[in-house]
């Protein structure tokens, strides 16, 4: 059963966790790319009730998020937790409004669409009012693999991330920041957001562990790459990485063709494809940064080279920022695609 | 033509390049392992001549370093740079003295081994007067690879790594500071250890591009791994990042044996293994991390896993304190392998 309401133009547009790190990056991708909406309504928990926001030239008032919060609300952008997903999803749709949600709850749910729009944007024809948004490590490794996937068949891929705190929340960035300060005046650190120093260090664990010893984190990177590109013969080998950058995650990768894909063919697929930009030249020493990223909407890709350990293989680094392309943006990029023509 | 002097069982061994990063740490390796000099001699460039450095109960002066320093002298740790190696270690041998050297000047001549006590102490029997230390992200590499290899032939490895600014010198694990405080107190930033800003960034380049678009530094780590396991076979990818780390490298690896390796039979072979220590324990999130390990002499492993995106996969990270393993304690080792037994 497919979503059978009609939207307007000018839809009523809720931002649903709207004072967390990806809530605040979605209202501003909302203002910096002009959405059509017609009205904003910013939502949140009762704890941040009354908190006023700027938007537009204008502020917006946060309420507290209800059952009856999504009356008249045609898109609701959520990103408060897999938990409130899953408990506001069904008022939210019996209100005619579609759900467009940043949190693990519904993505592998075979009745929901999980969409990057460069990539599968025509998985949107089938949704029933929910509509993932794939994990932030996710989003930008398919919109890389995705063009390359179009000129040779992708036999296996090796991943390892470098990624930000901004991936764990706001809470998370300023404990980034703070715990570097304490540190560097050898105060004594107390990891709150990590469960380890963050501070001059790696982390090799993000999310929770599962049973065969990789996280959740590496996990969703195999499930939702291979849903999203409807390629389940792809193979996928994750490790997931926190390091201290404030909201750029990195990822190297390793891919293995099914035929021979010279690098400038990788490279001319690249260039050409939506969404992303390249970053590649030895000779002035330009290649994608975190320091040099954030805030930016691409994903960038630099490094690219041949892989000569295996048969037919690529190597390349990408960098996008997190809470764009990562979150906020590739939610506000569904919103746009919902839009009538 | 190997060497045929006599070592004593009590050496003089001088330090060549005392002041520098890896210097000073070999100075700390020989005290804290009780090696049996019978005197020290610590050598570096006319800037730093008259210096005084702590050493046992007594301290060493700093004396310039000339073509006669050698007189007398049975072991020479280099790290003074492979230009400074290359000047210099003819007169040593010339003096009868065997150049330890921890620089890239030796590494890949075929005359020279390239040495990790732990993998291939043997080759030490055919040295000429020189014995090369391999670049420190291959050393820890090859700790972990060999116990591994020795079960079962292994096919092909992909790392990446997670490079520590120790690996640049003293100046800039300096700069990460420095830097990272001009960076939390709104400061122009003005990076001139590396090529762009450390702090809080990673920077997928290390060492020198060449012309296939890989950098020196994962050159280093194909070559050297081939070179010191007497596996050319082995096919290897590497992809080198410098991560704003002080002093200890992380590495994700992605091995592919010939047969099937299970993960208990590659945790019973690390744990036996000489040099290694294994730390592995989801339910109490254990696992290597650098900010744990500054100072450590181990390679340690943890992330063992099952890969399965390929037949007889298995991943895993290991982090060593890349001035000790990576470099001081590496060379002292050798030193010690070459002693009287």
Redesign the interface.
């Known amino acids: 059963m497919s979503w059978s309401r009609v939207m307007p133009a000018r839809p009523v547009v809720a931002v649903a966790g709207v004072t967390g790190a990806v809530g605040i990056e979605m209202l501003k991708t909302l203002e910096q790319r002009g959405f059509p909406a017609s009205r904003v309504v910013a939502l949140a928990s009762s704890r941040s009730a009354g908190k006023r926001l700027p938007f537009a030239n204008g502020e917006l008032i946060v309420e507290e998020m209800t059952e009856s919060s999504f009356e008249g609300v045609h898109i609701a952008l959520f990103s408060a937790g897999a938990a409130v997903s899953k408990a506001m999803a069904p008022a939210a749709n019996a209100a005619g409004c579609v759900v467009i949600d940043n949190s693990s709850a519904f993505r592998m749910d075979d009745t929901v669409p999980l969409v990057v729009p460069e990539v599968n944007a025509s998985d949107l024809a089938w949704h029933s009012g929910v509509i993932a948004n794939p994990n932030c490590s996710t989003i930008q490794m398919v919109v890389v693999l995705s063009p390359l996937h179009e000129i040779a068949p992708i036999r ?3 991943v ?1 991330t ?1 990624q930000a705190t901004s991936g764990a929340g706001q809470a998370a960035m300023d404990e ?2 703070d715990q ?2 304490d540190f ?1 005046e050898g105060r004594e650190l107390a990891p709150a957001a990590f ?3 963050i ?7 993000i999310d929770v ?1 599962l049973n ?3 996280t959740k984190e590496e996990w969703k990177m195999v499930v939702e790459t291979k849903k999203i590109m409807h390629a389940p013969q792809v ?3 994750a ?1 997931c ?1 926190r ?4 909201r750029c995650h ?1 990822e ?1 990768l ?1 891919i293995e063709f099914e035929a021979d894909v010279t ?1 400038a063919e990788a490279r001319a697929a690249l260039e050409s494809a939506s969404g992303i930009t390249v970053i590649d030249d ?2 002035s ?1 330009s ?5 040099l990223l954030e805030g930016s909407d691409d994903v960038y890709v ?9 048969s037919h ?1 690529l ?1 390349l ?1 990408i960098v996008a920022d997190q809470l764009r392309k990562g979150a906020a943006l590739n939610a506000v990029q569904i919103a746009e695609a919902l839009l009538p023509r």
Chains 1, 2 share one sequence.
Request: proline share 9%; aromatic share 10%; glycine share 6%.
């Open positions: 296996r891929v090796v390892s470098y980034l920041y570097t300060r560097l469960a380890h120093r501070a001059f260090n790696c982390i090799p664990q562990f065969d010893g990789s193979e996928i080998a490790t990485v390091v201290p950058v404030l990195s190297c390793n690098v030895p000779v020493l290649y994608p940064m975190p320091a630099g490094r690219l080279r041949a892989d000569e350990s295996v293989g190597a680094w």
